[in-house]
């Protein structure tokens, strides 16, 4: 079945540590996006990603870095700079960058700060 | 610019009909319609294109006045199923499929 996978579903992070959260998809996508939300709010666009070895800045990156060495996977990482992380973390996918393309949402990781 | 979303919360008995609204202060191109269970991931319920028609889905519909600016989501004979929350994504004419959320609708639906 293709779909989107987080791991872990849960992550505690101690003060200055980073932390890797983990998004992969076998969809064939080229576009991936990365989105915190926060308790009773919205979603909030962390960066994302159009194309293989290409990334961009979202609304709310400081703190976070992103990668994409591969069309399948976007790893974020959340860093010592983001100071008030704990949130859960949404990965999702379109086939294509452009617009009127569905974006389909994996199960999300819930981030703790111990 | 967020869109804002109307109303908060809603409550209802099963069987009753609810429209969710969704407001932006720009021209947009497209809204884009989810619902989200406690703890789970977004689920896609429908797209609306400027220029395009109202779209249906089940017995949930929506509508896009792009003069306005804005859309609504008719959600008719509730169904328990259809509790959760209810986001809409806008995307402006030059935002490149980057969609902007609204805080969302709560919706529970009683027996």
Same mark, same amino acid.
């Given at each position: 079945?293709?779909g989107?996978?987080?791991s872990?579903? #849960?992550?505690?992070?101690k003060?200055?540590?980073n932390?890797?959260?983990?998004?992969?998809? &076998?969809? &064939?996508?080229?576009?991936?996006?990365?989105?915190?939300?926060? =308790?009773?709010?919205g979603?909030r666009?962390?960066y #994302?990603?159009?194309?293989? &070895?290409?990334?961009?800045?979202?609304?709310?990156?400081?703190?976070y870095?992103?990668?994409?060495?591969?069309?399948?996977?976007?790893?974020l990482?959340v860093?010592s700079?983001q100071?008030n =992380?704990t949130?859960?973390?949404?990965?999702?996918?379109?086939?294509?960058?452009?617009?009127?393309?569905?974006? #389909?949402?994996g199960?999300?990781?819930?981030?703790?700060v111990l | 610019q967020q869109?804002v979303q @109307?109303p908060q919360?809603? $409550? %209802?008995?099963?069987?009753e009909?609810a429209? $969710?609204? /969704?407001?932006s202060s720009?021209? %947009?191109? @497209?809204v884009?319609?989810?619902?989200?269970?406690?703890?789970?991931?977004?689920v896609?319920l !429908? $797209?609306?294109l400027k220029?395009g028609e109202?779209?249906?889905h089940?017995?949930?519909?929506? @509508?896009?006045n792009?003069k306005?600016q804005?859309?609504?989501?008719?959600?008719?004979?509730?169904q %328990?199923?259809y @509790?959760?929350?209810?986001? /809409?994504?806008?995307?402006?004419?030059?935002?490149?499929?980057m969609l902007t959320?609204?805080?969302?609708?709560?919706? !529970?639906?009683?027996?």
């Amino acid at each position: 079945d293709g779909g989107i996978t987080q791991s872990p579903k #849960y992550l505690f992070r101690k003060e200055g540590q980073n932390v890797t959260l983990s998004c992969e998809q &076998n969809l &064939n996508h080229d576009a991936m996006y990365w989105y915190r939300q926060d =308790p009773g709010q919205g979603l909030r666009l962390i960066y #994302y990603s159009q194309i293989v &070895n290409d990334f961009q800045k979202g609304d709310i990156a400081e703190g976070y870095s992103v990668s994409r060495e591969k069309k399948e996977s976007f790893p974020l990482t959340v860093t010592s700079a983001q100071k008030n =992380p704990t949130a859960f973390y949404l990965c999702a996918s379109s086939r294509q960058g452009g617009i009127q393309e569905t974006q #389909y949402f994996g199960p999300g990781t819930r981030l703790l700060v111990l | 610019q967020q869109p804002v979303q @109307s109303p908060q919360a809603v $409550i %209802l008995r099963e069987g009753e009909d609810a429209v $969710i609204n /969704c407001s932006s202060s720009k021209a %947009l191109y @497209s809204v884009h319609w989810y619902r989200q269970k406690h703890g789970e991931a977004p689920v896609f319920l !429908m $797209i609306l294109l400027k220029g395009g028609e109202q779209k249906g889905h089940e017995k949930i519909s929506a @509508s896009f006045n792009e003069k306005k600016q804005q859309s609504s989501l008719y959600l008719t004979a509730s169904q %328990l199923s259809y @509790s959760g929350t209810y986001f /809409c994504g806008t995307e402006g004419d030059n935002a490149g499929n980057m969609l902007t959320f609204g805080g969302g609708t709560r919706l !529970m639906v009683k027996p």
